[in-house]
DNA sequence: CTTCAGGTACGATGCAAGTCGTACTTGAAG
DNA sequence: CTTCAAGTACGACTTGCATCGTACCTGAAG
Protein backbone atom coordinates (compact mmCIF):
# COMPACT_ATOMS: atom_id res chain seq x y z
CA UNK A 1 0.00 0.00 0.00
CA UNK A 2 3.06 2.29 0.75
CA UNK A 3 3.65 3.47 -2.69
CA UNK A 4 7.65 4.72 -3.25
CA UNK A 5 8.22 8.22 -5.00
CA UNK A 6 9.65 8.25 -8.36
CA UNK A 7 12.77 10.08 -8.09
CA UNK A 8 12.71 13.77 -9.73
CA UNK A 9 15.26 16.79 -9.56
CA UNK A 10 16.40 18.52 -6.47
CA UNK A 11 14.75 21.99 -5.34
CA UNK A 12 17.50 23.98 -5.79
CA UNK A 13 18.10 21.61 -9.36
CA UNK A 14 15.22 22.43 -11.35
CA UNK A 15 16.10 23.86 -14.57
CA UNK A 16 13.77 26.73 -16.28
CA UNK A 17 14.62 25.44 -19.72
CA UNK A 18 13.58 21.64 -18.71
CA UNK A 19 10.39 23.86 -17.13
CA UNK A 20 9.67 25.44 -20.37
CA UNK A 21 9.83 22.80 -22.16
CA UNK A 22 7.77 20.80 -20.27
CA UNK A 23 4.81 23.58 -19.79
CA UNK A 24 5.56 23.96 -24.00
CA UNK A 25 3.03 21.09 -24.53
CA UNK A 26 -0.56 21.58 -24.09
CA UNK A 27 -1.47 18.79 -21.90
CA UNK A 28 0.92 18.89 -19.51
CA UNK A 29 0.28 22.65 -19.13
CA UNK A 30 -3.70 21.81 -18.75
CA UNK A 31 -2.22 19.40 -15.91
CA UNK A 32 -0.37 21.46 -14.54
CA UNK A 33 -2.92 24.64 -14.58
CA UNK A 34 -5.49 21.87 -13.13
CA UNK A 35 -2.95 21.06 -10.27
CA UNK A 36 -1.99 24.81 -9.26
CA UNK A 37 -5.88 25.73 -9.23
CA UNK A 38 -6.09 23.27 -6.63
CA UNK A 39 -4.45 25.28 -3.50
CA UNK A 40 -4.74 22.07 -1.43
CA UNK A 41 -2.46 20.23 -3.19
CA UNK A 42 -3.78 16.69 -2.22
CA UNK A 43 -2.80 13.72 -4.25
CA UNK A 44 -4.49 12.91 -7.49
CA UNK A 45 -5.04 10.33 -9.77
CA UNK A 46 -3.67 10.54 -12.94
CA UNK A 47 -6.63 9.32 -14.36
CA UNK A 48 -8.16 12.23 -13.17
CA UNK A 49 -7.29 14.69 -15.91
CA UNK A 50 -9.41 13.77 -18.30
CA UNK A 51 -6.60 13.99 -21.31
CA UNK A 52 -7.84 12.92 -24.77
CA UNK A 53 -4.46 10.87 -25.44
CA UNK A 54 -3.92 6.78 -25.21
CA UNK A 55 -2.52 5.74 -21.73
CA UNK A 56 0.95 4.96 -22.59
CA UNK A 57 1.49 9.08 -23.72
CA UNK A 58 0.23 9.56 -20.71
CA UNK A 59 2.88 8.40 -19.41
CA UNK A 60 4.73 9.73 -21.18
CA UNK A 61 3.55 13.37 -20.31
CA UNK A 62 3.65 12.39 -16.39
CA UNK A 63 7.46 11.26 -16.58
CA UNK A 64 8.29 14.50 -18.16
CA UNK A 65 6.64 16.93 -15.66
CA UNK A 66 8.20 14.56 -12.72
CA UNK A 67 11.63 14.79 -14.61
CA UNK A 68 11.20 18.60 -15.01
CA UNK A 69 10.82 18.67 -10.78
CA UNK A 70 7.44 19.69 -11.13
CA UNK A 71 5.33 17.31 -9.52
CA UNK A 72 5.99 14.18 -7.77
CA UNK A 73 4.76 10.40 -9.06
CA UNK A 74 3.86 7.99 -6.54
CA UNK A 75 3.93 4.39 -7.72
CA UNK A 76 1.38 2.27 -5.73
CA UNK A 77 1.73 -0.84 -8.40
CA UNK A 78 -1.21 -0.86 -10.61
CA UNK A 79 -2.02 2.65 -9.92
CA UNK A 80 -0.36 6.13 -9.79
CA UNK A 81 -0.50 8.97 -7.42
CA UNK A 82 0.75 12.79 -8.51
CA UNK A 83 1.07 15.65 -6.66
CA UNK A 84 2.19 19.41 -7.43
CA UNK A 85 5.53 20.19 -6.11
CA UNK A 86 3.91 23.29 -5.03
CA UNK A 87 6.65 24.62 -2.56
CA UNK A 88 9.62 23.92 -4.50
CA UNK A 89 8.47 25.47 -7.73
CA UNK A 90 7.79 28.44 -5.75
CA UNK A 91 11.03 28.52 -4.18
CA UNK A 92 12.74 28.18 -7.31
CA UNK A 93 10.75 30.20 -9.69
CA UNK A 94 8.45 32.30 -7.85
CA UNK A 95 5.07 33.59 -9.54
CA UNK A 96 5.35 30.51 -12.06
CA UNK A 97 2.31 28.81 -10.62
CA UNK A 98 0.51 32.04 -10.91
CA UNK A 99 1.43 32.47 -14.70
CA UNK A 100 -0.46 29.66 -15.19
CA UNK A 101 -3.49 30.82 -14.25
CA UNK A 102 -3.39 33.70 -16.64
CA UNK A 103 -4.40 31.08 -19.52
CA UNK A 104 -7.71 33.12 -20.26
CA UNK A 105 -7.00 36.86 -21.39
CA UNK A 106 -10.53 37.96 -19.47
CA UNK A 107 -8.81 36.86 -16.22
CA UNK A 108 -7.01 38.76 -13.96
CA UNK A 109 -5.47 41.07 -16.63
CA UNK A 110 -6.99 44.61 -16.55
CA UNK A 111 -8.11 46.21 -20.19
CA UNK B 1 15.39 56.11 -42.36
CA UNK B 2 12.44 55.24 -40.81
CA UNK B 3 12.58 51.06 -40.02
CA UNK B 4 9.10 49.44 -40.41
CA UNK B 5 7.63 47.91 -37.41
CA UNK B 6 7.31 43.93 -38.56
CA UNK B 7 3.79 42.30 -37.30
CA UNK B 8 3.28 40.47 -34.01
CA UNK B 9 0.23 39.84 -32.31
CA UNK B 10 -1.61 42.33 -29.60
CA UNK B 11 -0.63 42.41 -26.45
CA UNK B 12 -3.90 40.80 -25.24
CA UNK B 13 -3.47 38.16 -27.69
CA UNK B 14 -0.32 36.73 -25.92
CA UNK B 15 -0.61 32.79 -25.97
CA UNK B 16 1.00 31.12 -23.16
CA UNK B 17 1.75 27.75 -25.15
CA UNK B 18 3.19 30.38 -27.84
CA UNK B 19 5.32 31.83 -25.35
CA UNK B 20 6.69 28.88 -23.83
CA UNK B 21 7.82 27.42 -26.86
CA UNK B 22 9.72 30.16 -27.51
CA UNK B 23 11.36 30.51 -24.19
CA UNK B 24 12.14 26.10 -24.25
CA UNK B 25 15.08 26.91 -27.09
CA UNK B 26 18.03 27.37 -24.99
CA UNK B 27 19.08 30.27 -27.48
CA UNK B 28 16.16 31.84 -27.91
CA UNK B 29 15.73 32.58 -23.72
CA UNK B 30 19.50 33.34 -23.09
CA UNK B 31 18.59 36.40 -25.90
CA UNK B 32 15.18 37.33 -23.85
CA UNK B 33 16.82 36.99 -20.57
CA UNK B 34 19.65 39.69 -21.83
CA UNK B 35 17.28 41.99 -23.16
CA UNK B 36 15.28 41.34 -19.70
CA UNK B 37 18.36 42.52 -17.77
CA UNK B 38 18.52 45.80 -19.50
CA UNK B 39 15.96 47.74 -17.64
CA UNK B 40 16.74 50.82 -20.30
CA UNK B 41 14.59 48.61 -23.08
CA UNK B 42 17.07 50.16 -25.80
CA UNK B 43 16.77 49.48 -29.22
CA UNK B 44 19.67 46.70 -29.69
CA UNK B 45 21.43 45.25 -33.07
CA UNK B 46 20.62 41.81 -33.82
CA UNK B 47 24.46 41.12 -33.72
CA UNK B 48 24.90 42.11 -30.75
CA UNK B 49 23.67 38.84 -28.48
CA UNK B 50 26.99 36.62 -29.53
CA UNK B 51 24.97 33.62 -30.68
CA UNK B 52 27.26 30.94 -31.82
CA UNK B 53 24.76 30.02 -34.48
CA UNK B 54 24.27 31.06 -38.26
CA UNK B 55 22.89 34.26 -38.97
CA UNK B 56 20.22 32.13 -41.07
CA UNK B 57 19.41 30.51 -37.89
CA UNK B 58 19.55 33.78 -35.94
CA UNK B 59 16.46 35.31 -38.17
CA UNK B 60 14.58 32.12 -37.22
CA UNK B 61 15.13 32.31 -33.65
CA UNK B 62 14.12 36.13 -33.81
CA UNK B 63 11.05 35.60 -36.15
CA UNK B 64 10.17 32.92 -33.64
CA UNK B 65 10.06 35.49 -30.03
CA UNK B 66 8.55 38.20 -32.40
CA UNK B 67 5.53 36.20 -33.24
CA UNK B 68 5.29 34.90 -29.55
CA UNK B 69 4.94 38.30 -29.26
CA UNK B 70 7.84 39.17 -26.79
CA UNK B 71 10.56 41.45 -29.10
CA UNK B 72 9.30 44.34 -31.86
CA UNK B 73 11.98 43.38 -35.14
CA UNK B 74 12.37 46.85 -36.56
CA UNK B 75 13.80 46.26 -40.07
CA UNK B 76 15.95 49.12 -41.96
CA UNK B 77 16.60 47.08 -44.30
CA UNK B 78 20.18 46.01 -44.37
CA UNK B 79 19.91 45.94 -40.46
CA UNK B 80 17.54 44.92 -37.99
CA UNK B 81 17.06 46.32 -34.66
CA UNK B 82 15.28 44.73 -31.49
CA UNK B 83 13.23 45.78 -28.88
CA UNK B 84 11.82 43.98 -26.06
CA UNK B 85 7.83 44.30 -25.57
CA UNK B 86 8.46 44.74 -21.69
CA UNK B 87 5.28 46.54 -21.23
CA UNK B 88 3.24 44.44 -23.30
CA UNK B 89 4.37 41.07 -21.46
CA UNK B 90 4.02 42.56 -17.78
CA UNK B 91 0.46 43.28 -18.76
CA UNK B 92 -0.17 39.54 -19.79
CA UNK B 93 1.84 37.45 -17.98
CA UNK B 94 2.86 39.88 -14.73
CA UNK B 95 6.29 38.25 -13.71
CA UNK B 96 7.46 36.20 -16.49
CA UNK B 97 10.58 38.79 -17.21
CA UNK B 98 11.25 38.71 -13.37
CA UNK B 99 11.58 34.75 -13.98
CA UNK B 100 14.23 34.07 -16.38
CA UNK B 101 16.66 36.55 -13.84
CA UNK B 102 16.33 33.64 -11.79
CA UNK B 103 18.22 30.90 -14.49
CA UNK B 104 21.49 30.30 -12.00
CA UNK B 105 20.76 27.33 -10.62
CA UNK B 106 22.47 27.38 -6.78
CA UNK B 107 25.98 25.67 -7.68
CA UNK B 108 26.59 21.77 -8.34
CA UNK B 109 23.22 20.21 -9.28
CA UNK B 110 23.62 17.25 -11.28
CA UNK B 111 20.89 15.90 -12.98
C1' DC C 1 -5.57 -19.77 -8.63
C1' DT C 2 -7.80 -16.46 -12.60
C1' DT C 3 -9.46 -12.20 -14.19
C1' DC C 4 -9.09 -7.42 -14.97
C1' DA C 5 -7.91 -2.56 -14.96
C1' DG C 6 -4.10 0.69 -14.36
C1' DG C 7 0.49 1.44 -15.68
C1' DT C 8 5.05 0.62 -17.92
C1' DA C 9 8.63 -0.85 -21.53
C1' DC C 10 9.98 -0.99 -26.13
C1' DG C 11 9.72 0.02 -30.75
C1' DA C 12 7.82 2.33 -34.85
C1' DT C 13 5.92 6.31 -37.07
C1' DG C 14 4.81 10.87 -38.38
C1' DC C 15 5.49 15.59 -37.75
C1' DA C 16 7.53 19.74 -35.93
C1' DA C 17 11.62 22.23 -35.17
C1' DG C 18 16.74 23.59 -35.21
C1' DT C 19 20.42 23.97 -38.31
C1' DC C 20 22.93 25.29 -42.31
C1' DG C 21 24.12 25.94 -47.64
C1' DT C 22 23.11 28.59 -51.58
C1' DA C 23 21.28 32.45 -53.64
C1' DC C 24 19.07 36.83 -53.41
C1' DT C 25 17.87 41.63 -51.52
C1' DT C 26 18.80 45.86 -49.12
C1' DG C 27 21.14 50.10 -47.89
C1' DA C 28 25.46 52.41 -46.85
C1' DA C 29 30.15 53.58 -48.04
C1' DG C 30 33.89 54.32 -51.58
C1' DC D 1 28.56 52.89 -60.57
C1' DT D 2 30.84 48.88 -57.44
C1' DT D 3 31.68 46.75 -53.18
C1' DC D 4 30.39 45.00 -48.85
C1' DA D 5 28.00 43.62 -44.65
C1' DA D 6 23.49 42.47 -42.71
C1' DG D 7 19.51 40.06 -43.38
C1' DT D 8 16.07 37.07 -45.79
C1' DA D 9 14.04 33.21 -48.74
C1' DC D 10 14.10 28.60 -49.96
C1' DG D 11 15.34 24.07 -49.52
C1' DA D 12 17.60 20.06 -47.47
C1' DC D 13 19.10 17.58 -43.58
C1' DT D 14 18.84 15.97 -38.94
C1' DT D 15 17.18 15.70 -34.46
C1' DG D 16 13.65 15.76 -31.08
C1' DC D 17 9.19 14.75 -29.66
C1' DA D 18 4.25 13.40 -29.41
C1' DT D 19 1.67 9.49 -30.47
C1' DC D 20 0.27 4.81 -30.52
C1' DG D 21 0.59 -0.69 -31.05
C1' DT D 22 2.06 -4.67 -28.86
C1' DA D 23 3.55 -7.00 -25.01
C1' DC D 24 4.42 -7.27 -20.20
C1' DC D 25 4.01 -6.13 -15.10
C1' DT D 26 1.37 -5.06 -10.76
C1' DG D 27 -2.06 -5.42 -7.25
C1' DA D 28 -6.89 -6.05 -6.04
C1' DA D 29 -11.13 -8.58 -6.42
C1' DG D 30 -13.56 -12.81 -7.41
Redesign the interface.
Known sequence: MAGRNLVG??A??????AV??A??D?HR?SVLTELAADRSDSERGCNSFDLPISKQTQTHHFRVLREAGLIDEIDYGNRKGIRLRRADIEK?????L???G??S?GGT???
Open positions: PEDALDLGFRLAERRFPGLTLLAEPAPR
